[in-house]
C-alpha cells in the first residue's frame, strides 16, 4: 500500500489512557505501585502511591496541563477541533481506535509512527 502521508511523532500519552487501565489488570502483587487517578483541585490526576504526578486525565501534552486558550498555537489547534471538551466527557480520542482514526482522515494521514508512555516510566519512583 502506498502512503501519502505518514505522521512519524504521534503519543499514547499515560493522561490519555484510561483511568483504571493499570489498577485493573496488575496483579494483586503490584497493584498498589501502578498509577492510579485521584480528584485534584482541577479535575481528576494521574498519580501514584509515591507521590508521582502525571498530569490531569486527558489534559494538554504529555505532563497533562490544563489547557488554557492562547497560550500554545499547536493546542489552540487541538482544541478548536473539540479534543479537550471531548477529554472532559471521557472520550479519549488519543487513545481509542475509532476516534484516532477519524481524526487521521480529518488530518489527511494514513499511518502512524506512535511513541508510548516511556517518558512517564521515569517519574514512578519505582526501582
Known amino acids: 500500500m502506498k502512503y501519502d502521508v505518514i505522521s512519524a511523532d504521534g503519543h499514547i500519552d499515560l493522561i490519555w489512557l484510561p483511568p483504571d487501565l493499570f489498577t485493573k489488570n496488575a496483579s494483586a502483587a503490584l497493584k498498589e505501585r501502578m498509577p492510579y487517578v485521584v480528584d485534584g483541585p482541577k479535575g481528576p490526576e494521574w498519580t501514584s502511591i509515591k507521590g508521582a504526578k502525571f498530569g490531569l486525565v486527558n489534559g494538554m501534552g504529555s505532563a ?64
Do not use: C, F
Open 64 to 127: 497533562g496541563r490544563e489547557y488554557v486558550p492562547g497560550i500554545i498555537h499547536r493546542s489552540d489547534r487541538m482544541a478548536s477541533t473539540g479534543l479537550y471538551e471531548d477529554g472532559k466527557k471521557g472520550i479519549r480520542r488519543l487513545t481509542e481506535v475509532d476516534h484516532r482514526l477519524k481524526d487521521q482522515d480529518r488530518d489527511g494521514v494514513q499511518a502512524e509512527v506512535l511513541y508510548g508512555v516511556l517518558g512517564s516510566s521515569g517519574r514512578l519512583n519505582d526501582p
